[in-house]
């Protein structure tokens, strides 16, 4: 089993980036990993497993935002197709340095 949780949290205000930071901090000490910036994701070998991270997902909920916990198989998750775009790479400016030949 895999549980993901998808967030949306804001981060307006000082005390409001703080919850969300502490979010983060909480997910990742249950030994969840960043799939996107705002999506956790975590394997979990049992559906009980799995209940027990979800669990302690809802106890560090933040008071604002949005939250949503979805449970996939490990199957599931194995047929998600990822794309990749590339980064853009600004040119370098010419060179302000004489060049002697």
Known sequence: MW????????TETRQERKAASGFRKKLIKDG????QFSIYTRFCPSRE?????IKRTKMALP???????MQITDKQFGMMELFHGQKEVEPEPPSQQLELF
């Open 3 to 10: 549980v993901l949780v998808f967030f949306d949290l804001p």
């Open 49 to 53: 497993n799995a209940a027990v991270h």
């Open 63 to 69: 008071k604002k935002g949005k939250v949503c916990v």
């Open 32 to 35: 969840f990993g960043m799939f």
